[in-house]
């Protein structure tokens, strides 16, 4: 009986999870990767060393663990990453993670550059190339931050969130701690391509792409699909080039 219970728990947390993420996608029609307003100013940066990277642990986590707030302050990822990529516009890039997210910046920054040094990702082109830094100018921050903190980066310049989703907001690529730790239904069992997929989405905002629509059922997504709301037919894909170095889209999404 205790094992039937928590089996009905668990598939009405995903349900509502369902839900709510799909509410979202139909009231908040304006979200995108596109910034309002003036940026607003630099969260706070605590320099804290972040060791080695711990092994990366993908077990599911629970709902109850994920903190829906940090401190509003935010750790830099120590250390300097390899270039990745050889051609193309040079993006140098810094890493932070909120204060009380529960997640180490080392682990974060490692997840980070696997993405970004992937063969089917931005760099398969030779369009784009990348280096991570903790010091000195860098183009692009990719901030790990709680709900709390997503919705008030994101919705004051008029991207809604509601504490939902991750957004860019001009050299930010703000992503979401719940949606990091929790991905959505339709990801079930595929955390680390979920991830893949939302650091890529922010990225591709930032270098100049805007939200595309499923090109037809039964096909791949297009990475700049709106995925965390759900996949309008298409299958998961977490790659801008799943098929070498051909950009996969499809048509543009309405503004």
């Known amino acids: 009986m205790a094992r039937n219970t928590r089996q009905i728990v668990v598939a009405v947390s995903v349900v509502l999870v369902g839900l709510v993420l799909a509410g979202s996608a139909y009231a908040l029609g304006r979200t995108s990767g ?20 711990p092994a990366e642990e993908l077990t599911p986590v629970s709902p109850k663990a994920v903190p829906s707030a940090g401190s509003g302050a935010f750790t830099t990822a120590s250390g300097q990453g390899p270039r990745f990529g050889t051609r193309g516009r040079y993006v140098r890039y810094v890493v932070q ?3 009380g997210s529960g997640v180490e910046p080392a682990a974060f920054a490692a997840a980070v550059d696997e993405t970004l040094s992937h063969a089917l990702g931005w760099t398969a082109a030779g369009r784009w ?7 000195g100018p860098t183009e692009l921050t990719i901030l790990l931050a ?12 008029g991207l809604l969130t509601r504490g939902e989703t991750s957004c860019r907001v ?10 990091w730790q929790l991905a959505v239904p339709w990801y079930s069992g595929k955390l680390r ?4 997929m939302v650091v890529n989405h922010e990225v591709g905002h930032f270098i100049g792409f805007g939200h595309v629509l499923c090109p037809g059922n039964g096909q791949l997504a297009p990475v700049m699909q709106r ?3 759900g996949m309008q037919g298409c299958t998961t894909n977490s790659w801008p080039y799943p098929r070498g170095t ?6 543009p999404a309405p503004k």
Not at 146 to 157: K, P
Not at 193 to 196: G, R
């Open 170 to 179: 001009g050299r930010n690529a703000v992503i979401n701690l719940k949606r």
């Open 34 to 53: 596109e910034p309002l307003n003036a940026m607003p100013s630099a969260p706070p940066v605590e320099e804290v060393p972040a060791g080695e990277p």
């Open 227 to 229: 995925q965390t709301y």
């Open 97 to 99: 993670v909120e204060v």
């Open 129 to 135: 190339s990348f280096q991570r830094f903790s010091t």
């Open 246 to 251: 051909e950009l996969w889209s499809g048509p």
């Open 146 to 157: 709680s709900a709390v903190t997503t919705q008030r980066l994101c919705d004051s310049q």
């Open 193 to 196: 391509e979920y991830q893949h």
